[in-house]
């Protein structure tokens, strides 16, 4: 079958799909439903104390108690959007100069010179991409909790994946994909497994041997997933497709085949390589930044705008072309960043109803009531479910922890296995819920609406979720401290 013939067979078929709403319109239902569940679930909460050692506020547990009824009306729901907004400020605003600093460097041309390069070694060998691409990605995962930073990567990822034959999922499932699972499945993150630990109080980053294991399986799953996509997406031909995509990088707009006339005549090849050496220089800045000094949000903005400036400059942009560079930047990114914020305001009608607390005290009820093994199946489906309403991991870990830990000291479950639960149940659905900004961000950068990355994403979670609750009955089996 021909690629064109595949590409045509794609898009009707895509054609005869039920009609998915678009992002901005899902995420405002979800804000209508949280409205509503403030009328329809009691107000209540858990007392919480600050840890003086760390600053952290924590549940107390079995402290839940009812309080007033709150509950949000249609104004209440609307003007959340604007409390999110400010909620979420920091990240919105990072996404923003991230695009417009790579929107720089694309028309440096350094871009498009950096994935020929890659390209002419990869050629031969395109999939090897994959293993690579996935492994570095989970690394910083892994380590770091590598989350947001992928939003800097996605441009060349996709570029990247479009020159090798392949489509924006692809590069998308390499980048974010592997960094989700380094997070979610890794020994080594601060943000879930750090203070998971800390809250259940073991030793820090133990149980490492057993993660390691479980996470080099989880990105096998993801490797496969990738591949198999990718060999289809490289036989049929799905460009013609992804361009029908709502989103900002398009493949008119940022060709990664070719740099324009205007790009040539404007910047010699010294001047690409000076742009992309600036590009490779924030990279480093960044690991060692985030690692050495524990630079936040704040830093790698200042970062990446800084670079979008010099790489602008040195690349021959002039100071009015990088300014232009950075407001079609902006542009292009806007829908992304903006999402984030309509997400947060998810989590902004629930607080304001006092419902959070409630949902967490009637989902750990029932599990009073199981055997062990089932209790740490039932606590890995809470964790899971409890990911929508609290997308922040540390935040759900200072909600959950502090109520399941003495649950399993009741039950006889090692409270180990109580982290890998919250652990594996949080990092799986960082994948594909909404309420996570950064997916809306990275996935609206790609070009990718999301029902089609539903699509894409949902098979690997369902057999992510199935490894996470084999690898809670082998640590129970074998007695992981």
């Given at each position: 079958m021909s690629a064109r013939t595949g590409e045509n067979q794609e898009l009707q078929a895509d054609r005869k799909r039920p009609r998915f709403p678009n992002a901005l319109v899902l995420l405002m239902a979800f804000i209508l439903l949280a409205?509503?569940?403030?009328?329809?679930?009691?107000?209540?909460?858990?007392?919480?104390?600050?840890?003086?050692?760390?600053?952290?506020?924590?549940?107390?547990?079995?402290?839940?108690?009812?309080?007033?009824?709150?509950?949000?009306?249609?104004?209440?729901?609307?003007?959340?959007?604007?409390?999110?907004?400010?909620?979420?400020?920091s990240v919105i605003f990072f996404v923003f100069l991230v695009g417009g600093a790579f929107t720089v460097i694309e028309q440096t041309g350094a871009l498009a010179f950096a994935v020929e390069s890659l390209v002419s070694k990869?050629?031969?060998?395109?999939?090897?991409?994959?293993?690579?691409?996935?492994?570095?990605?989970?690394?910083?995962?892994?380590?770091?909790?590598?989350?947001?930073?992928?939003i800097a990567f996605i441009p060349i990822l996709v570029l990247l994946a479009r020159r090798l034959g392949f489509d924006a999922l692809t590069g998308?499932?390499?980048?974010?994909?592997?960094?989700?699972?380094g997070a979610g499945f890794?020994?080594?993150?601060?943000?879930?497994?750090?203070?998971?630990?800390?809250?259940?109080?073991?030793?820090?980053?133990?149980?490492?041997?057993f993660r390691i294991v479980v996470c080099l399986i989880a990105?096998?799953?993801?490797?496969?997933?990738?591949?198999?996509?990718?060999?289809?997406?490289?036989n049929a031909g799905s460009q013609a497709q992804?361009?029908?995509?709502?989103?900002?990088?398009?493949?008119?707009?940022?060709?990664?085949?070719?740099?324009?006339?205007?790009?040539?005549?404007?910047?010699?090849?010294?001047?690409?390589?000076?742009?992309?050496?600036?590009?490779?220089?924030?990279?480093?800045?960044?690991?060692?930044?985030?690692?050495?000094?524990?630079?936040?949000?704040?830093?790698?903005?200042?970062?990446?705008?800084?670079?979008?400036?010099?790489?602008?400059?040195v690349g021959g942009l002039g100071i009015n072309g990088t300014a232009e560079a950075f407001i079609l930047g902006f542009q292009r990114i806007a829908f992304g960043a903006l999402l984030i914020g309509f997400a947060r305001a998810i989590l902004v009608v629930l607080e304001q109803?006092?419902?959070?607390?409630?949902?967490?005290?009637?989902?750990?009820a029932p599990l009073e009531h199981l055997p062990g093994w089932a209790t740490a199946i039932g606590m890995l489906a809470v964790q899971s479910l409890l990911h929508f309403p609290v997308p922040s991991t540390s935040g759900q870990a200072m909600i959950t922890m502090p109520i399941l830990v003495p649950l399993s000291d009741l039950l006889g479950i090692a409270r180990q296995v109580t982290v890998l639960a919250y652990q594996y149940g949080a990092g799986i659905f960082e994948m594909i819920y909404p309420t996570n900004g950064a997916m809306l961000a990275v996935i609206a950068i790609a070009g990718i609406s999301f029902d089609r990355w539903l699509r894409f994403m949902l098979p690997l979670v369902i057999k992510l979720w199935a490894l996470a609750a084999m690898a809670l009955l082998v640590a129970i089996s074998i007695g992981v401290k």
């Open positions: 409205g509503i569940a403030t009328y329809l679930l009691p107000a209540g909460r858990y007392e919480r104390v600050k840890d003086e050692s760390t600053g952290r506020t924590k549940v107390v547990a079995n402290s839940y108690h009812r309080v007033e009824q709150t509950p949000v009306g249609p104004l209440g729901m609307l003007s959340s959007i604007q409390q999110g907004m400010i909620s979420a400020a990869l050629e031969t060998r395109p999939l090897m991409v994959i293993p690579i691409g996935t492994l570095a990605f989970a690394s910083g995962g892994a380590t770091f909790g590598m989350m947001e930073e992928t998308v499932s390499i980048c974010f994909g592997g960094a989700v699972i890794g020994p080594l993150n601060p943000f879930n497994v750090g203070i998971a630990q800390s809250l259940a109080e073991l030793p820090l980053f133990s149980g490492m041997a990105l096998a799953l993801l490797i496969h997933h990738t591949a198999r996509h990718a060999r289809r997406a490289r992804e361009r029908q995509s709502t989103g900002a990088i398009e493949s008119e707009k940022a060709p990664a085949e070719r740099v324009s006339e205007r790009e040539k005549a404007a910047g010699c090849a010294w001047k690409r390589a000076a742009a992309l050496g600036v590009m490779v220089a924030a990279f480093a800045g960044l690991v060692i930044g985030v690692l050495r000094f524990g630079w936040g949000i704040d830093e790698l903005a200042t970062l990446f705008f800084t670079m979008g400036i010099i790489a602008g400059i109803g006092a419902i959070i607390d409630t949902m967490v005290a009637g989902l750990v």
